[in-house]
């Protein structure tokens, strides 16, 4: 039973994707809601009829009542057949009744919907560029993942379990009322206008201060999760203290926001007990006057006393309800903040995958400065020949690093364009890019996963033995057999930290170039690739690398210039141009900046911030 209502919707159901999705809640709602279109039907009318059930045995309880006041000898053998049905309904189908409006709300919707959102929205977030990442707190993106699914879902759970239970029971109070005396609905729509004002002035105040306190425990979570994730800094210089301060500025203001929000909600109490009491007091007054008057009987006043506790008892949670469901539409309005900002960098419409045959790059005019008019690159024109090597070198901020991202196209150009083998990468689809390329990075940061995970992530379907071959060849198996986690598990099982915080600089770097060796891409990148590594392992990567490097195009950023000396050309790049090109001979025989570099340099290193003569 519990199955079927948890298969009603399947939460990885297909769906077309959105590079901009709405950025207005009700749509971004309505667009999460529409495989739950036949689930939330089926939840409003039960959510209808378990209210019409209840508001029914209240005014049933009045005729009870009534029924008393005659004969008790009488009053079984004359409505036993009636009794027995009312017994058999309380006992046998209100269960059932309530029963699946619980399964539908539970099990059918609750989980699933959390999940589908959860689901789509990692899935969109995902698809951003790099440039859109490094704008923004992981930490933040995380907590707007997690938090905003169940904030919705708990949304529409109050929507189905409270407000149209609760509007269909004012609806059914109503008519139950006005069915014993139509004056006794007077002081219960006095008190409804009453109520509907202080619901407005809840409602127009929680959301708001409600989206304000989630933003504000965004807050904190990026600023802690910042602090977790750079731990090794905060020891280095010993500032737990300056951390413990900066966190404390986020948790106070998360405090101030959430007592604003407390205001709201006690103020509300309040006045809510005085407008409870105006609706006994008048409603069960008027109804014992109508009594003594002899123009209304003792069931009468019984359901209308009845009626009116439990509305009483009702309020409150209603009250909370609608309180409850605009404080989660404020926490998901804050979350869109993040998961309906728009794609930024998307495949074109026509985009097909990359055909890559000799793997020739040509860089033309290419301009790029991050939107800020300087840095970057200025109009650069480069053509690579299929299988050349070239060697890429400057100081920090010359645009070397730039030029790889847009390769990659983490970045959309400014200006100018990129093709490989004749075909246009903004033209492409990036998957398709990126399959092509292999890159090893200066920041070798790794999944917190196993070693095995970490190196199949660049050819997930190759054989165990390719897997082991490619870290022999990264001098990388002899020290994985030797790994082992706190949980046990040893060898190319063992999972290795946090951006592989379990394992040394020089370790990450040989799993990082171990996992691009087994990718095998024809186009290879690499970016300061053995930096992490001590001289004696860094001779035998090097005789790794050009053996990997046969048949491919590559780019190597090195400071270090003696590890691309030997490739066919080495450019030079100075804010944002190629200033120098040519074979590590030629460039020494000019006596420009590459001589320059290499005379200033100790053990071949480039003093990056050095400007030579």
Not at 166 to 195: K, Q
Not at 527 to 538: G, K
Not at 599 to 604: H, P
Request: aromatic share 8%; hydrophobic share 50%; with cysteine.
């Amino acid at each position: 039973m519990f199955k079927f209502f948890e298969n009603l919707v399947d939460p990885y159901c297909d769906y077309v994707e959105s590079d901009q999705p709405p950025t207005d809640l009700w749509p971004f709602m309505k667009g999460y809601s529409e495989p739950f279109k036949r689930v939330f039907l089926l939840a409003a009318i039960m959510s209808v009829v378990v209210a019409a059930v209840e508001i029914g045995l209240i005014g049933y309880m009045g005729r009870i009542v009534d029924l008393l006041v005659g004969d008790p000898a009488q009053v079984w053998s004359n409505n036993k057949v009636e009794f027995s049905l009312v017994i058999a309904f309380v006992l046998l189908i209100r269960p059932l009744l309530q029963g699946l409006d619980v399964l539908l709300l539970n099990n059918a919707m609750l989980p699933n919907f959390g999940t589908l959102i959860r689901w789509r929205a990692h899935k969109h977030v995902l698809r951003q560029s790099v440039g859109w990442f490094e704008n923004d707190f992981a930490g933040r993106i995380a907590n707007r993942i997690m938090q905003t699914p169940p904030a919705a879902g708990e949304a529409m759970f109050q929507v189905f379990d409270a407000i149209t239970f609760s509007i269909a029971y004012v609806v059914g109070a109503t008519i139950l009322l006005m069915d014993a005396d139509p004056r006794l609905v007077l002081p219960m729509l006095i008190w409804l206008v009453l109520y509907g004002v202080l619901v407005r002035w809840t409602v127009v105040r929680v959301g708001p201060a409600s989206q304000k306190a989630s933003d504000a425990r965004s807050q904190v979570t990026g600023r802690v999760v910042d602090a977790y994730t750079n731990i090794h800094s905060v020891k280095l210089f010993a500032h737990n203290q300056r951390e413990l301060e900066y966190a404390k500025d986020a948790i106070e203001y998360s405090r101030e926001t959430f007592q604003a929000e407390m205001r709201i909600f006690t103020i509300m109490d309040v006045v809510l007990v005085f407008l409870n009491g105006l609706l006994i007091v008048s409603v069960v007054g008027w109804a014992i006057w109508l009594w003594m008057q002899g123009q209304a009987s003792v069931g009468v006043v019984a359901a209308a006393t009845a009626l009116t506790l439990r509305l009483n008892a009702m309020t409150g949670w209603i009250m909370w309800a609608l309180t409850s469901f605009f404080r989660q539409l404020g926490v998901v309005a804050e979350g869109m903040e993040t998961i309906a900002q728009p794609i930024d960098l998307v495949d074109d419409a026509s985009a097909k995958p990359l055909q890559l045959s000799d793997g020739k790059v040509e860089i033309d005019a290419l301009s790029h400065h991050y939107g800020r008019g300087s840095g970057g690159l200025d109009a650069i024109s480069l053509t690579i020949n299929p299988g050349e090597k070239i060697g890429l070198i400057g100081r920090s901020g010359a645009g070397k690093s730039t030029l790889v991202k847009l390769l990659l196209r983490f970045y959309d150009v400014e200006s100018g364009r990129i093709l490989i083998d004749d075909q246009d990468i903004a033209k492409v689809t990036q998957n398709s890019l990126r399959d092509e390329i292999g890159m090893v990075q200066q920041d070798s940061s790794l999944l917190h996963r196993s070693v095995r995970d970490n190196l199949l992530y660049g050819r997930p379907d190759a054989s165990e033995d390719m897997m082991i071959a490619a870290a022999k060849k990264a001098e990388a198996h002899e020290f994985i057999l030797d790994l082992v986690d706190p949980q046990g598990r040893a060898g190319y099982d063992a999972h290795v930290g946090e951006r592989g915080v379990k394992l040394s600089g020089g370790q990450r770097q040989r799993i990082t170039l171990a996992r691009v060796i087994l990718k095998d891409a024809p186009i290879l990148l690499l970016d300061e690739a053995t930096s992490a590594l001590d001289s004696e392992v860094e001779a035998a990567i090097q005789r790794t690398l050009y053996g990997m490097m046969a048949g491919k195009t590559v780019i190597a950023i090195a400071h270090r210039l003696s590890t691309i000396a030997e490739m066919d050309r080495i450019l030079v790049l100075d804010a944002g141009k190629i200033v120098e090109q040519g074979s590590h001979a030629d460039l020494l025989a000019k006596g420009g900046l590459y001589a320059g570099f290499w005379a200033r340099q100790s053990g071949g290193f480039l003093n990056a911030d050095e400007t030579p003569e």
